[in-house]
């Protein structure tokens, strides 16, 4: 998590540190491009630190399910839409497939925060040009939320520690990119306040599929 840390903070003081020394010969044009790059690194930053809070809390059992009422193509709109800029700039094309009429009772920024990671890592491993379905059904009085991708995949070894943020092998996307382990970790952690679970099936070269098995 240092490490983690260190990488984006230093890449804002490095930034900064420019700006300060030569912001009297700068265009606006070179003064807009530093400040978008240091948006992006402080929001990544913010990201990191709110997951680990969120990881904390929940894993030393400070956090309760809100439980509301609510429609789940709601929820799944509402994931998709937060990851539709990382969807954009590798131009992976987001599929939904969810019955208007489906509902589901528990905490809506939970459950929120699980889909999107799993939306979010199917990105990450996918590569530009593909697309990643997520479906939503009613099974044996659970629904079930699905995230398929038809990226890199993961081998076994890879699958034993996903959820487990010590022994998890980090991974880099399929743009190089980075992450700590911690979202999927805390997804999981969220889906078991809600007595639910999260299935995984994969292959290496052929993708990833993520279930969220929740009660009705």
Request: charged share 25%.
């Amino acid at each position: 998590l240092g490490h983690d840390l260190r990488g984006p903070m230093g890449a804002i003081v490095g930034l900064l540190e420019i700006v300060n020394e030569d912001f009297e010969t700068m265009s606006s044009d070179e003064v807009k491009d530093i400040v978008g790059s240091v948006y992006e690194s402080a929001s990544n930053t913010q990201r990191l630190i709110h997951t680990l809070l969120d990881w904390s809390r929940v894993t030393e059992g400070r956090m309760t399910p809100d439980r509301v009422q609510f429609p789940v193509h709601k929820l799944v709109r509402d994931s998709i839409l937060d990851c539709r800029d990382q969807a954009e700039a590798k131009t992976i094309h987001l599929q939904q497939e969810v019955p208007l009429n489906m509902v589901l009772t528990g905490d809506y920024a939970m459950l929120n925060t699980s889909l999107r990671n799993l939306i979010s890592n199917a990105i990450k491993f996918s590569f530009p040009d593909a697309s990643i379905e997520v479906k939503a059904m009613q099974k044996s009085g659970r629904i079930n939320i699905s995230v398929t991708d038809h990226g890199q995949g993961m081998d076994e070894a890879t699958l034993e520690t996903l959820f487990n943020p010590s022994k998890v092998k980090k991974k880099v996307g399929t743009a190089g990119e980075k992450g700590t382990g911690l979202g999927l970790s805390l997804s999981y952690e969220f889906i078991k306040l809600h007595q639910g679970d999260i299935k995984v099936e994969s292959e290496v070269g052929s993708g990833s599929n993520f279930t969220l098995q929740l009660p009705l």
